[in-house]
DNA sequence: TGGCGCTAG
DNA sequence: CTTTCTAGCGCCA
């Protein structure tokens, strides 16, 4: 359905659906107030006196992405963390992708689909936030993790009864008991949704129902429902999300039926229809009922709601304690009372990391290493907008022999607020490694590794006496005080460096570990390349060719090509970008199609410095005043923002532009164009070049980490980056990351190259030596691939380290000097990955077609004998 | 209050 | 049961 005709054909749907002029009457049952219950559950009432909403972010992670770069609009697309797709858009799902897939498995399916790195979680907290924000104007607002918010709308309702205020109708989907339910997902019986059912009324007469003329709670549904309209068009109006909502007097209620009608539309369960609803569900479907819970439920014989309500409360109280007994209890009688609780700060901030294994100190350092400085950043970026800070550390870690069970331990904050972040950081570090000490042996086997902040106490107030800009300017030109410019183009060009730099080595790090934890690894290289190509589909599609779509189904109608690109240009939103931001990150990239994401990517960073350039003349009078701030100010968070360091979380989130344009623009171009042969050699060559350059650049590099602070007194302690406390003079970002970089370079490449011997981390990307051969018809052109992006970081740090010899800090990075000519090459390039993908898929075309088909039929079988309705009222 | 389990997205 | 990266709550000692 698009944007257009959205309202006058959903209009008729509801009309054709549930009555109208020629079907039912809209209203057909009249309940009194509160509804008694006169049928399966004597003696039950319903409590009706709240209108509550759930709203739901469509496939959200999917949707941020599409609004960060809305080529991606219409074509399939795949969020992945690690070697999982943990959500997909509309498009990947009608072709048969599912959440939690595997990505080589999701690839193999719909070979155009586009793979968007997701483990930088950034993003989706703004947008989150952004939501959130909008939604909290309507009531009183829960969050539920990252896409789900509960609006007790209540008073918002009252309000508009006071004022005379009444709607004839609901808005949206009425969700009855009668209607037939389908199942969306294999193992989520929580999830549901409508079956498609035109013009099959439910019958009036089976309503257990008195039927008293007006209930004041259809009153305030009706209003709900259309301020659940309007919630929805705010939120798509100021946020360019699409959401979905469910509208009725209770959270439970709510969210069962939020999902109904989804994407982008809403549903209305009255509560006269609840009990007989809720009726028909698994038990497994009522929120709050897990995992563990259906399974001792199952023990007992109780699979539906209906057996539930046959179980006494006191019986249920033995069993599940009395709280989990009496929302049983009343849930499986559509009856829920909790409340809608106003969400404020979040009580705990933690970072965590997960890799196969992990089985010595000096490598869980090394994964302490890479989190502890994330989470730092994070409890800054809180403290900014909270004042507090955590009074408690608790580190969480996952061992392979107690299966999926979590230790942990926790200790006072071992980091203070008062020191600079790189010591708050280490000091996060030996706190973490000595709980591990004191926990485990060597050798263990860690999984999963988590810093936790929690107990967050009100902190020394942030002094407020500089504006948000001038602070966003100071930001910007950290780092480069040797070159104090009021420009902006140097102002935002220097941001982007460091972000750059910073993002390599956020890359380095992350790869180096970033093993998988069981099942079939996806090599690096496999996964790197899968992304290329993706981005290549994407790249000749917006360029204007069509690629026909193996997969698609005939019934589906919308496959991508000329056309589906075209609807997504038209209906993208527009992102708002300064074209100052363009000309420091991504000015040589416009219009090519290629790198779209790019230019998209990071706007709030660079956006907000170039802004704050744009003020610079205006502001920079107040620059000299701040700069003579007192000593006491050091707890002020501008303090941290003068660090040379680069925080965490730039890093990632800059992580996907790098891939882009270092993969695209670089080692794609020219091996690509080479027979597989030469390709072949140059990629040995290559390889050689690469244990070379690590050797090189180790050598002279401290062995310990290189964080040490001779002065360890009042004295704000704020310039010192990685590379603080080396003799070679004043240091900067460049020459940290470049310390930092060739550490990881260097060890990820001896772990490769010694395998088995010094390894420490059992790295995921060996093969199995029983792969089917034509596994091997890839690799050479995935292992490729894999190798360019590795020669692009090394070519990097070798530029890096010219620079450092030369001072010429400002020179621009390779890949942001390609000529027009070049730009045109890529997109040549863009066409030949893609005709080499389908050339690939054909040779895989019916072992997919076949899993296709197994996985289709597998989904018809699990659920639906569950939900499928005894027909009440149906002949 | 800490540690663990369960639930959620 | 299963995986990601979180976040919150309740129970128990």
């Known amino acids: 359905m698009t944007q257009g005709d959205e309202k006058v054909s959903r209009e008729q749907y509801r009309l054709r659906t549930y009555g109208g002029p020629q079907g039912r009457p809209l209203q057909p049952c009249i309940p009194s107030d ?28 999917a949707q941020v992405e599409e609004n960060r770069n809305p ?3 219409g074509v399939p697309l795949a969020v992945t963390q690690k070697y999982l797709v943990v959500t997909c858009n509309q498009a990947a799902r ?59 709308v209540t008073a918002g309702v009252q309000e508009r009864l006071q004022k005379g205020f009444l709607c004839s109708t609901y808005n949206g989907h009425i969700h009855t008991a009668e209607m037939a339910l389908k199942q969306e997902t294999k193992h989520r019986p929580m999830d549901l949704r409508a079956a498609k059912t035109f013009g099959v009324p439910a019958p009036e007469a089976e309503s257990p129902f008195s039927s008293t003329p007006s209930a004041s709670w259809e009153a305030s549904l009706k209003i709900a429902s259309h301020i659940a309209a309007e919630a929805r068009a ?27 009608h989804k994407p982008d539309d809403q549903t209305v369960i009255l509560p006269s229809h609840a009990p007989a609803f809720v009726a028909t569900l698994p038990v497994r479907a009522i929120p709050g009922i897990g995992w563990k819970m259906d399974q001792e439920l199952s023990a007992l014989g109780i699979t539906s709601t209906g057996d539930l309500r046959n179980i006494p409360l006191a019986a249920l109280t033995q069993r599940f304690g009395e709280r989990n007994a009496k929302y049983m209890y009343y849930a499986c009688r559509g009856e829920d ?16 990391d997960s890799f196969k294994s992990c089985t010595t100190f000096p490598s869980a350092l090394h994964v302490l290493q890479i989190l502890a400085p994330d989470l730092i950043a994070r409890l800054h970026e809180d403290h900014q907008e909270h004042t507090r800070w955590p009074s408690t550390m608790t580190l969480k870690w996952r061992q392979k022999k107690q299966g999926w069970s979590r230790s942990s331990a926790s200790i006072p904050m071992p980091a203070q607020w008062s020191t600079s972040k790189e010591q708050q950081a280490e000091a996060i570090v030996q706190a973490s490694l000595s709980i591990l000490r004191k926990n485990l042996a060597q050798p263990f086997s860690l999984t999963l590794l988590n810093i936790g902040a929690t107990s967050f106490l009100a902190s020394v107030p942030a002094q407020r006496i500089v504006p948000k800009a001038l602070r966003s300017f100071l930001k910007a030109g ?19 460096e460091d972000m750059r730099v910073a993002a390599l080595v956020a890359i380095a790090a992350r790869r180096d570990y970033g093993a998988h934890p069981k099942g079939q690894p996806l090599a690096k290289s ?34 991508w090509g000329a056309e589906s690109a075209a609807r997504a240009a038209y209906t993208a939103p527009h992102m708002p970008m300064s074209s100052s931001t363009h000309a420091g990150s991504s000015s040589m990239l416009a219009g090519s199609g290629f790198l779209a994401s790019s230019t998209s990517m990071g706007t709030e960073g660079l956006q907000s410095r170039a802004n704050a350039a744009l003020n610079a003349q205006q502001i920079s009078h107040l620059s000299a005043d701040v700069l003579q701030l007192p000593m006491q100010s050091r707890h002020d ?10 925080p965490p979380r730039h890093l990632l989130r800059q992580a996907n532009m790098l891939e882009h344009n270092s993969s695209d623009l670089h080692g794609s171009l020219n091996r690509m164009s080479l027979p597989a042969n030469q390709a072949q050699e140059q990629l040995t060559e290559q390889r050689q070049h690469e244990i070379q350059q690590c050797h090189q650049a180790s050598r002279g590099v401290p062995e310990a980490a290189p964080v040490s602070n001779g002065d360890m007194g009042e004295e704000p302690i704020c310039k010192g980056a990685w590379g603080a406390g080396r003799p070679s003079g004043p240091t900067s970002n460049v020459d940290s990351a470049l310390v930092k970089l060739s550490k990881l370079q260097q060890a990820s490449t001896s772990s490769c190259r010694e395998a088995g011997t010094d390894r420490e981390f059992v790295q995921g990307t060996v093969q199995s030596s029983a792969e089917p051969s034509d596994e091997n018809a890839i690799s050479a052109p995935l292992g490729a691939q894999g190798a360019s992006c590795q020669s692009v970081v090394l070519s990097e740090l070798e530029r890096l380290e010219r620079m450092k010899v030369s001072g010429q800090h400002q020179a621009a990075p390779q890949w942001v000097s390609q000529s027009p000519e070049d730009v045109s090459a890529d997109m040549l390039l863009a066409r030949k990955l893609q005709d080499e993908e389908l050339r690939w898929h054909q040779m895989h075309s019916r072992v997919s077609a076949a899993q296709t088909l197994k996985r289709k039929l597998k989904k018809e079988t699990t659920l639906d004998a569950f939900l499928k309705k005894p027909a009440l009222g149906r002949k």
Not at 124 to 152: C, H, N, P, T, W
Not at 478 to 496: D, F, I, M, N, Y
Not at 637 to 646: D, E, G, T
């Open 34 to 61: 509160p509804v008694s219950v006169t049928g399966a559950a004597p003696g039950c009432t319903l409590s009706t006196d709240r209108a509550i909403i759930q709203f739901d972010a469509d496939a959200f992670y």
């Open 71 to 73: 080529r991606l609009k």
């Open 94 to 152: 009608r072709l048969g992708v599912t959440k939690l897939q595997g990505v080589t498995e999701a690839k193999l399916q719909v070979p155009s689909l586009v793979l968007v790195n997701g483990e930088d979680l950034t993003p989706y907290r703004q947008a989150s936030k952004s939501i959130f924000s909008v939604l909290a104007r309507f009531g009183r607002a829960e969050r539920l993790g990252m896409d789900e918010v509960f609006v007790d």
């Open 234 to 260: 705010a939120v798509k109006a100021e946020t360019g999300f699409r959401t979905s909502a469910g509208i009725s007097c209770s959270k439970m209620l709510a969210k069962l039926v939020s999902g109904m």
């Open 337 to 352: 009372t909790t409340p809608v609780v106003q969400s404020g700060a979040p009580k705990s901030i933690t970072v965590e």
């Open 478 to 496: 950290q780092g480069s005080s040797r070159h104090k410019s009021t420009s902006s183009q140097q102002v935002a060009g220097h941001a982007g």
């Open 526 to 559: 496999h996964e790197r390349a899968l992304n290329e190509t993706s981005r290549a589909c994407v790249a000749a599609s917006s360029g204007g060719s069509s690629l026909p779509d193996m997969q698609a189904s005939p019934a589906d109608d919308d496959g």
């Open 637 to 646: 968070p501008l303090h941290s923002l003068s660090s040379s360091v680069a």
